[in-house]
């Protein structure tokens, strides 16, 4: 695994501090710094923006705290994380599928326990190894430090008995070629403590935010519109950032989403940004003038994607049928091996659309689950040329090319993913804060499918 990072120089790494001392010694670090030292160029704290991460999963900082993982913890579920959970598994005599699975969370909590004792939280925050610097890989703090310096507030949810919440402050600086007399720097404040304890402290989180300046939010929970926490911070941010490929149940979390577009909050998906290169593709199939009509011709829509998630082929479809107009009228869920869903639309002028989703067992799923594999547009009109196959790099046509259909289909394949890691996303988006039209406009038919059952 590699990043396109800047190399970053720490100025100050974690340091404990009390609550009301964050500021404070945040100060301390820039004022100590503003003329340079130790052979480094000054160093100034960035203003363009605040993020506040909110990290609900505790796995990494227990693998962490027993040795198995050495990188920044970051929650990204990547390969050094899914190395680390084998170990583990694999040392513990576990089922070694490298999955945060509750038993092996379970047998974490326990050896931590054991190691440190029943004050796990107070111990958590002594003897947890500190962040470091890897050249094996980066997480989403150094892609986002890198290109957008900032001040990064993180909240870890830990699980135990409420204790409190606990403040460590630090500062890294991204090294630029094209200036080396002066460093502009990031400013990272971590925030530890069971949920109900950070729920107490959200208004102290809302004045850690810088003022007058763009806010992000970016939710990596599941989402819940019953969590104060939430409610509190999405109100005073800008843009809220989630990645729905993570979420569980992706029919009720969608529509949650929606639900949120509908109350004015300001919606950012990472998993919709997977899907640009889809979509250009799929507009560029019919930019020649001898197949734009034909495109009215579409009324098959076939899509294959990764097991694991279905909310890239919805949002897929979603979209298509925002642009062509199209009106959901049934949804049918097929299950099975493939986990088949049929959607019925109804175009403006009466013409029927069927679209058939398929979830693809793959033996090597990647770090995003329910990547689109392939997808074919086609017409019940023989005379129609509209047939269109898109295929993923990794995969290839499968079954979109059976039957020679592909001799009279254009075929293109999408560009690598390679660049479609939360992190790299996150980074691209702290860029944009803005309210997306043409999301909001998807997801709106999206929710409008969903709505439909089965």
């Not at 892609?143 to 890294?172: K, M």
Request: charged letters at 25%; a negative charge.
């Amino acid at each position: 695994m590699t990043t396109k990072s800047a190399p970053l120089v720490s100025l100050q790494s974690p340091k404990d501090v009390s609550l009301n001392e964050i500021e404070a010694e945040l100060s301390k670090i820039w004022q100590g710094h503003a003329a340079g030292e130790n052979g480094l160029p000054a160093a100034s704290r960035a203003v363009t923006f605040s993020l506040i991460v909110y990290e609900p999963e505790e796995t990494q900082q227990l693998l962490a705290s027993l040795g198995f993982y050495g990188g920044p913890i970051d929650g990204i579920q990547g390969p050094r994380m899914e190395a680390a959970l084998r170990a583990a598994q694999e040392t513990y005599g576990l089922p070694a599928d490298k999955k945060a699975n509750p038993r092996t969370l379970d047998r974490l909590r326990e050896e931590y326990l054991k190691q440190h004792g029943q004050n796990s939280q107070v111990e958590r925050v002594g003897t947890a190894p500190r962040y470091a610097m890897d050249v094996r890989g980066s997480g989403f703090a150094d892609a986002i430090a890198s290109e957008n310096p900032c001040r990064v507030i993180a909240l870890c949810a830990v699980a135990g008995e409420d204790e409190g919440v606990t403040a460590q402050v630090s500062a890294y600086c991204p090294i630029q070629k094209q200036s080396r007399s002066s460093l502009i720097c990031c400013e990272y404040i971590t925030l530890k403590g069971t949920e109900a304890a950070l729920e107490r402290v959200g208004t102290l989180i809302n004045s850690l935010l810088i003022g007058g300046l763009p806010k992000f939010l970016w939710w990596k929970a599941t989402p819940d519109q019953n969590q104060s926490l939430f409610n509190q911070l999405a109100a005073a941010s800008s843009c809220v950032i989630v990645d729905s490929s993570r979420f569980s149940d992706p029919d009720t979390e969608l529509l949650k989403v929606q639900s949120w577009i509908e109350q004015g909050i300001n919606i950012a998906d990472l998993d919709w940004r997977r899907l640009a290169a889809w979509q250009e593709l799929t507009a560029e199939a019919f930019d020649p003038p001898e197949r734009r009509e034909s495109l009215q011709a579409v009324d098959q829509v076939t899509i294959d994607y990764e097991k694991g998630s279905s909310t890239q082929a919805l949002m897929f479809l979603g979209w298509l049928a925002s642009r062509l107009r199209w009106h959901p009228i049934s949804r049918q869920l097929e299950g099975g091996d493939y986990d088949l869903q049929r959607i019925k639309f109804m175009t403006e002028d009466q013409r029927p659309v069927e679209a058939e989703l398929a979830a693809i067992p793959t033996a090597d799923i990647g770090e995003v689950a329910g990547d689109l594999i392939d997808l074919r547009l086609n017409s019940t009109d023989p005379d129609a040329d509209c047939c269109t196959v898109l295929c993923s790099e990794t995969m290839g046509c499968m079954r979109m090319e059976a039957g020679g259909g592909a001799q009279s289909c254009r075929i293109q394949q999408v560009s690598s993913l390679a660049d479609q890691k939360a992190e790299e996303l996150l980074s691209q988006q702290l860029r944009h804060w803005g309210r997306d039209s043409l999301y909001e406009e998807s997801l709106a038919v999206t929710a409008k499918i969903l709505q439909l059952g089965s």
